[in-house]
């Protein structure tokens, strides 16, 4: 009977006027239209610096009877001169054992405090850390120290990190993305320790424990170190935890200081792959600091830095060159950059750089469309937001924008920034950071297919080596 009437119901629905009904259904299921975001502001930190002139900054965060321990140490590749991935030797042999533990030790002395040790090397910047339980924050702190400050450092342990590091560096080589990665890099940071991503198997073979043993000394200090602590916690039990285990560090060194050469000369770039069915390309520059600079990135993503950007949907969607190409923006102290890069079919190499280049100069040419810049706006504001959700989210988005030196205030003002943005923002952005004339260009491909093609994109004809 139910079923009947809901038929006979439709009926006479459909006889009163068959228009009225998809109306009706249609505004009953639009979406609300969505609330202005909400200002973010940052629980209340309590930041310090020790006598060594190490910074302490407590997060009281969240409900969870847990605390995320972290140490940043303003160090790590921009540290190793000519001695590429010393500074990753040196890190993956600390974590072998410290403090008279070995590395199965230290673990089982983290588990038992319901987390796990970590420690991770990047370009400016060395990471050690803990997500433990509240009670045994103090003791964590303690194992951080140790970690950081009295690594064992053992000879027998330094020839399984190369035997890793050996094997990481041949997988690398191998792959195109890797290949065009280093050749991009060599471009835009000539003559600098970014642009020396891989060392060569002989450098990684010659590296001795003395030179480990010296990068240590010479770049883990309290004078580099800031020490974070989000979550819930025994405030007065941590700041007695930290200056026990971290009050007797030596200052050492400041952090090192080595800008990049800024907008070098532009380049074009051919690895030959014979016979290879896709090309691996990079195309980007140099750009200014792009920290504070919201307005690019809101551009960068829009142009090709989500799934629905506007370059994602000409060489993927439309055109079908390519399965994921992705722009993305470097943060780097020493000289930001950007890059758009994708693995395209060898037979569409010259047309996807070509529409590459069309996206950005259309960009340039006109302001995108209101609704492409909200989206863009609540696409922003919803990732800052929920990465800052979680105790380890909050501590590592505070250690990577105080390395830039943008810190708290830049977090606070953030939301506000992006929903300031207009269309003409984002024109202006893309006009300032990417002219056209100074981007490179690395290629990883066949080349007795491509070249050809790249010969019929005028922005790189020209600048092709011989």
Not at 52 to 78: D, E, F, H, R, S
Not at 85 to 92: C, R, Y
Not at 435 to 464: C, F, H, N, T, Y
């Amino acid at each position: 009977m139910k079923m009947f009437l809901a038929f006979a119901t439709a009926t006479a629905a459909l006889a009163m006027g068959i228009a009225a009904v998809p109306d009706a259904v249609a505004a009953k299921e639009a979406p609300p239209a969505p609330s202005a975001p909400r200002p973010f502001t940052l629980p209340q930190m309590t930041t310090y610096a020790l006598p060594n002139g190490m910074q302490v900054t407590l997060i009281p965060y969240g409900n969870v009877p847990k605390a995320t321990i972290l140490a940043a140490v303003y160090t790590g590749n921009i540290d190793d001169g000519a001695n590429v991935w010393l500074a990753d030797m040196t890190g993956a042999l600390m974590q072998k054992g410290a403090g008279g533990r070995d590395a199965s030790q230290l673990a089982d002395l983290a588990a038992g405090m319901g987390g796990s040790l970590s420690l991770s090397t990047g370009l400016n910047l060395t990471t050690a850390a803990m997500d433990v339980l509240s009670e045994d924050a103090p003791q964590a702190i303690g194992l951080i120290a140790d970690l950081l400050q009295r690594p064992d450092l053992k000879a027998e342990e330094l020839e399984k990190v190369r035997a890793d590091l050996m094997r990481n560096l041949s997988v690398a080589k191998s792959t195109p993305d890797s290949i065009a990665e280093d050749a991009f890099a060599s471009v835009i940071y000539p003559d600098h320790p970014y642009g020396r991503v891989f060392p060569t198997q002989q450098q990684l073979a010659g590296y001795t424990l003395d030179q480990v043993k010296a990068f240590h000394a010479a770049n883990f200090g309290a004078a580099r170190t800031h020490f974070y602590v989000a979550g819930r916690f025994d405030a007065g039990a941590v700041r007695g935890a930290i200056e026990k285990a971290f009050g007797g560090w030596k200052a050492g060194a400041a952090p090192t200081a080595l800008p990049a050469p800024a907008n070098p000369a532009p380049k074009v770039v051919l690895i030959d792959r014979p016979g290879a069915p896709q090309s691996m390309v990079l195309m980007g520059q140099r750009v200014d600091k792009p920290g504070a600079n919201v307005d690019f990135k809101a551009a960068s993503t829009l142009l090709g830095g989500y799934f629905s950007s506007r370059i994602t949907r000409n060489i993927r969607e439309d055109k079908g060159y390519t399965y994921s190409p992705r722009a993305s923006l470097s943060d780097r102290v020493e000289g930001a950059s950007w890059v758009e890069s994708a693995a395209v079919t060898a037979q569409a190499t010259g047309p996807a750089i070509t529409e590459i280049y069309k996206e950005i100069r259309h960009m340039q040419d006109e302001p995108p469309t209101a609704a492409e810049v909200q989206g863009i706006k609540n696409y922003m504001n919803g990732t800052f937001v929920i990465g800052l959700a979680s105790r380890k989210g909050m501590a590592n988005s505070l250690a990577s924008l105080d390395l830039l030196g943008l810190g708290a205030n830049y977090m606070n003002a953030y939301v506000g920034k992006v929903s300031a943005l207009t269309p003409t923002d984002l024109q202006n952005a893309v006009k300032r950071e990417l002219p056209i004339g100074k981007m490179s260009v690395v290629v990883v491909g066949p080349l007795d297919s491509v070249r050809p093609q790249l010969e019929k994109v005028p922005e790189i004809a020209s600048e092709l080596p011989k």
